[in-house]
């Protein structure tokens, strides 16, 4: 898949979660009641539908759509391994068997962009090259560990999101005690006969803030984490296929001799 197909993929899947996220914020506001409207939505808010919680509820699908998009790859390198990219027979793999395996990566539409076809190339080319076991399993152990950096890269987002939503939920906590305080402080306010509910209402809407920002997070994360150990897992099945297949199979250098 190359830059531009991926890029146009993110933004359809980024517009599909802001889009759930309006859908949902627009059931809850016609379907709660108005006790569960004020926890999950501030619906009672003077500026509303500009509030906390429906930032909060766009950043979570945003990180569902994220998820989508990682587990979505994640399947695609587990199904790698079923494509026979190399010969699972047991034979000794020669230059010429070598070059005709290279060649049918090559040939692939996306299979380059997988990481199973790209160390099976990368560990071709250096063995084709250098006729060396031993620097064929570097290439392929380098490629492991940089592969697995590229993992946790992807994960960057995801990352700011589970950091992005608890900040929020913090910061509308402030707001709601701030508006609280300010209440209090009209001298009108204080001579109200509903004066302690109305501070104690704001209040508690500031601190219902903190507690589904927090439980938000805990489902991003528990995903996130769900997800990367498969993604993670579909690595470590590619470098095991590579080296039961590939590197102990390995026969022939350059000059047509076994390799030491």
């Not at 945003?62 to 391994?81: K, P, T």
């Not at 020669?94 to 290279?102: A, F, H, N, Q, V």
């Not at 528990?222 to 297949?245: F, M, P, T, V, W």
Request: charged share 20%; with cysteine.
């Amino acid at each position: 898949m190359n830059a531009s197909t991926n890029l146009l993929r993110r933004l359809f899947v980024l517009l599909v979660a802001i889009l759930g996220a309006v859908v949902t914020i627009g059931i809850i506001r016609v379907a709660a009641p108005p006790a569960l409207q004020e926890i999950l939505l501030d619906a009672d808010a003077s500026f509303w539908p500009f509030t906390v919680q429906n930032i909060m509820w766009v950043a979570l699908f945003i990180g569902f759509g994220e998820l989508f998009l990682r587990w979505s790859a994640a399947s695609d390198e587990e199904n790698q391994l079923k494509r026979g990219y190399l010969p699972t027979d047991g034979r000794s793999l020669d230059l010429d068997t070598l070059g005709r395996i290279k060649t049918g990566i090559v040939d692939r539409r996306f299979g380059r962009a997988a990481f199973l076809p790209r160390m099976i190339e990368r560990t071709i080319d250096q063995f084709r090259m250098s006729g060396n076991e031993d620097q064929a399993i570097s290439v392929l152990n380098s490629s492991l560990e940089l592969y697995m950096h590229e993992i946790d890269l992807r994960y960057s987002m995801l990352r700011y999101l589970t950091w992005l939503i608890p900040s929020l939920g913090f910061i509308g906590t402030v707001m709601g005690i701030m508006f609280a305080l300010q209440y209090a402080g009209v001298p009108a306010n204080a001579e109200a006969d509903d004066f302690l509910y109305q501070v104690t209402s704001r209040l508690g809407v500031a601190f219902t803030t903190t507690l589904l920002a927090l439980i938000m997070s805990a489902v991003l994360v528990l995903l996130q984490s769900l997800i990367q150990g498969k993604e993670e897992r579909a690595l470590n099945e590619a470098g095991q296929y590579c080296l039961d297949n590939l590197i102990l199979r390995l026969g022939n250098g350059p000059d047509g001799k076994t390799a030491n």
